[in-house]
Every structure is written in structure tokens, then in C-alpha cells.
């Protein structure tokens, strides 16, 4: 099982953002930082759930995965699989179809203290854009 943390930042909201994901694979650990356009914080923890996946198909294709947010309303929209905003719902399509390439995937809101590590490489995309 591959152990997927993610995070959004934005600076401002909507403002330049950041996708963080930490993941844990076979006793190793992989960081990811991805600068992000002007966007919504919420924007940026589904571009982050989206950045998480695709690493996931390359790198681990065929895996179980359980992804890891402190965003509330992702979690909640993943997993009842509907939104009504209009932004969000071309990016939970792509999660879903993206999702749907594995033969499980689990979605869990957890503390944001608990988030420490794909919090921190959000921050440092942000931080990325001012170079």
C-alpha cells in the first residue's frame, strides 16, 4: 500500500499556489513541490490529490493507495463523488478517473498537524514562484 499525504497552499485566495505531496512506498519516502497558477486554496488541494495521482500511476501503477488531506470539503467531495461548483468539478473528474486506475483507493481527512510534511512542500512550491 502507497501512503499519500497532500496539500494546497495559495498565497492570497485565489493567489499564486502550491501542491505538496509526501508519499511513503517500500520503506522509502518521496517529496514532490509543484508551483501552481493563481488558483483558490481548494483548487490547490485538488491539483495536489491530481499531482499525487499521476506520480502514483507512473511510479506504482497497479497499487493500493491511501490518500491523506486535511482539507475537509476535498475529502468530502471525493468520496461522495459530487460537487456543485462549477471549478471544482472538471478537477474531481480528473481525480476520479485517475482514481479509478487502480484497484483501490481510499481517501481520509486527517489533522493538519498530521499533514506537517506535504504542508511544509506546498509552502516551499509557493516559495518556488518567488525566484
Known amino acids: 500500500m502507497i501512503e499519500v499525504y497532500t496539500d494546497g497552499a495559495s498565497r492570497g485566495n485565489p493567489g499564486l499556489s502550491g501542491a505538496g505531496i509526501y ?3 517500500h520503506h522509502r519516502v518521496y517529496e514532490y513541490a509543484y508551483p501552481l497558477k493563481q488558483m ?5 488541494e485538488m491539483h495536489a490529490v491530481i499531482h499525487a495521482l499521476n506520480i502514483c500511476q507512473e511510479k506504482f501503477p497497479n497499487a493500493i493507495i491511501s490518500c491523506r488531506s486535511d482539507s475537509q470539503i476535498v475529502v468530502d467531495m471525493i468520496e461522495k463523488n459530487h460537487t456543485k461548483n462549477r471549478t471544482f468539478l472538471p478537477l474531481l473528474r480528473k481525480i476520479q478517473n485517475k482514481a ?3 484497484p483501490y483507493f481510499f ?3 486527517i489533522p493538519q498537524k498530521e499533514n506537517y510534511h506535504a504542508d511544509r512542500l506546498a509552502k516551499k512550491a509557493l516559495d518556488i514562484h518567488t525566484y
Open 23 to 25: 508519499l511513503k512506498a
Open 40 to 44: 483558490s486554496n481548494h483548487e490547490a
Open 100 to 102: 479509478e486506475t487502480f
Open 107 to 109: 481517501i481520509k481527512w
